[in-house]
């Protein structure tokens, strides 16, 4: 039995579900996971010895983002570095790779940040703006808020340590 917690992820499942001959019975295909291993014998030509078939129900190919994915690039805070050295990634978890431009920020440094992301292991990433011109994302419990733009009055006013703060 898998828990709902874990059925959020997908799941690559081993399971034989063949008929005598080795083809692949579609009604035993298992209820959880986007894909299935149906036989560990199988015969590809050119490769030597047996191979792995499976079968995938999910698309992996690159989408445009939706609207509710996009990620602002508005500074809704200036935040202070807390660590002594943080990696700047390419997406929210430590699974991807550092940015090129700007791969690790130092201690009390400042930058803006812009918007937030969940990684897949369910941490806090914000999505920053680095120099006011590179953009990356890095752990928010590294991340403590200095300035937080508020709108007074129609003009942009700042609010230093512990101001009126407008949510992320």
Excluded: H
């Excluded at 039995?1 to 034989?16: P, Q, T, V």
């Excluded at 929210?92 to 440094?109: I, Q, V």
């Amino acid at each position: 039995m898998i828990s709902e917690e874990l059925k959020k992820y997908d799941f690559w499942i081993a399971r034989y579900p063949v008929d005598d001959n080795g083809t692949l019975i579609e009604r035993y295909r298992p209820d959880i996971g986007v894909g299935w291993q149906y036989t560990s014998k199988g015969r590809i030509p050119g490769i030597e010895g047996y191979v792995d078939r499976d079968v995938f129900y999910k698309n992996y190919v690159a989408e445009e983002p939706s609207d509710k994915e996009k990620l602002s690039k508005e500074p809704k805070f200036v935040g202070k570095v807390t660590a002594s050295a943080l990696n700047v990634r390419t997406g929210a978890g430590t699974e991807y790779p550092n940015l090129r431009e700007y791969p690790l920020l130092k201690r009390d440094n400042l930058i803006d940040v812009c918007d937030t992301r969940e990684a897949i292991d369910g941490t806090k990433w914000y999505y920053v703006r680095i120099a006011g011109k590179y953009f990356g994302f890095v752990a928010a419990r590294y991340i403590r808020c200095e300035m937080t733009p508020t709108s007074v009055g129609g003009e942009q006013q700042i609010s230093i340590n512990g101001g009126s703060q407008s949510p992320i």
